[in-house]
């Protein structure tokens, strides 16, 4: 019995401290991986939203950029880093949908390893061209690639990456795919750099962050991927407008913790997700960039992801698209 006693003393303390450092969290910064460079949607999107969960938690977040891989390489960090929510991950659909369907191997089961927080944004796709290509819709823009094979590019932000797969469909349901060069750079914001610099001629990705350099004339707009009009854009067609009504394609952006971080370190994070985006200078910040923010719990989150990844799925298999090692 005596031995017994200081087992169940060290039990009780065990799971009492749980609940107690659940209601300590956090007592230092937070580190959350960006798995895309500075500038490209999902990093423009969390900056602005974690900077006011900062304030909110007395904690700030430290946003560690490791792109690459259209993603992969960050969320295998967060996805072997321990589960004691001081290690985020800014996940998206191509960590979470387009990375597992396109990739013959992956170093992360994006459902395992896994605890979904909150989501930050679900975005329309926007189809951008350079200046000097000599195309204002959609058709013109197919028809002047099927004039000159192979003398077109198209910019994505890598393998596997929202815009890759986003552009993967389009060449794929309008027979661009034999016609025109897939060059891949290292995230969204050098795409965009690219597209700006005229070494591409086409792009397909979230419209986040794309909205000012549209507005500046810098790129040129000729659709937009969701089911209505953007308010951001409300001169530019939808994919249906255009005469694609089968073009479906949407980014979203969202936070995920390591598998096994407490449910009451992820509600936390989550209503401070809910709350930061109520708050009016940050709807205002994400609006500039074209985005519209929205938030939902952990459980509602876990069967989004979880749809998503199955819809997207069956699209790769359907579009027989190619995977990638």
């Known amino acids: ?127 951008i061209v350079g200046t000097k290509v000599p195309a204002n819709s959609v058709k013109e823009l197919i028809a002047l690639a099927k004039s000159k094979p192979g003398t077109l590019n198209y910019a994505s932000g890598g393998i596997g990456s ?30 965009l750099t690219a597209m700006m610099a005229h070494e591409a001629e086409f792009y397909f990705g979230p419209i986040a962050g794309m909205v000012p350099y549209i507005q500046a004339g810098s790129v040129k707009p000729l659709a937009i991927s969701g089911d209505a009009r953007s308010q951001f854009l409300p001169d530019v067609p939808t994919m249906a407008e255009a005469g694609f009504p089968q073009y479906k394609s949407v980014g979203w952006f969202g936070l995920f913790a390591p598998a096994g971080t407490s449910s009451a370190i992820v509600n936390k994070l989550s209503a401070a997700v809910a709350e930061a985006i109520r708050d009016p200078q940050v709807a205002n910040a994400l609006s500039l960039q074209g985005i519209e923010a929205t938030a939902n719990s952990p459980a509602v989150f876990s069967a989004f992801v979880n749809d998503q990844l199955e819809l997207h799925r069956r699209l790769a298999k359907d579009m027989k698209l190619e995977l990638i090692p």
């Open 1 to 127: 019995m005596s031995k017994i006693r200081p087992l169940l003393s060290l039990l009780l303390l065990f799971v009492v401290s749980i609940p107690a450092a659940a209601q300590n969290y956090p007592d230092r910064p937070i580190k959350l991986v960006s798995p895309n460079p500075v500038g490209g949607a999902n990093d423009t999107v969390v900056r602005i939203i974690t900077a006011k969960m900062g304030t909110l938690l007395g904690q700030p977040f430290v946003i560690e950029n490791r792109g690459g891989a259209g993603g992969k390489i960050g969320a295998d960090i967060v996805a072997h880093a321990q589960p004691d929510g001081y290690t985020l991950l800014a996940g998206s659909v191509s960590t979470h949908s387009f990375a597992p369907v396109m990739s013959v191997k992956l170093s992360y089961d994006p459902i395992k390893d896994f605890v979904p927080i909150s989501l930050f944004s679900a975005i329309p796709n926007v189809l």
């Open 162 to 191: 929202t815009s890759h797969f986003a552009v993967a469909m389009f060449v794929a349901q309008t027979g661009l795919g034999d016609v025109t060069v897939h060059v891949p750079y290292k995230g969204g914001g050098p795409a």
